[in-house]
Nanobody, 123 residues
């Protein structure tokens, strides 16, 4: 079971970033996947989630700006990649971003956390 997030960085307000998460393990292939973030001094929160069937859910604060997608490796059932395209970034999007499997319904995170990827939005 492994999660590797990447793609973060420093970007100016209004800019874009695309995060990637490589998820290895059956827990990630059989469940919905989510992107979560944790800003300094705040609790970790769900940003976006996608089910196996492709249905998506977004936090109100990112609707219309972020897009989540997922793809399964063709020859490996338990390996997939989850993306988060982030546009029109705002300073309040600054956080460490993590991916994880999400419990059906409320997307409560199910697996262990990876190292995350830092996103900093600042001029």
């Amino acid at each position: 079971v492994q999660l590797v997030e990447s793609g973060g960085g420093l970007v100016q307000p209004g800019g874009s970033l695309k995060l990637s998460c490589i998820a290895s393990g059956s827990i990630f292939s059989i469940n919905a996947m989510g992107w979560y973030r944790q800003a300094p001094g705040k609790q970790r929160e769900l940003v976006a989630a996608i089910t196996r069937g492709g249905s998506t859910k977004y936090a109100d604060s990112v609707k219309g700006r972020f897009t989540i997608s997922r793809e399964n490796a063709k020859n490996t059932m338990n390996l997939q990649t989850v993306y988060l395209q982030m546009n029109s970034l705002k300073p309040e999007d600054t956080a460490v971003y993590y991916c994880n499997a999400g419990r059906p319904g409320d997307y409560y995170p199910l697996g262990s956390w990876g190292q995350g990827t830092q996103v900093t939005v600042s001029s």
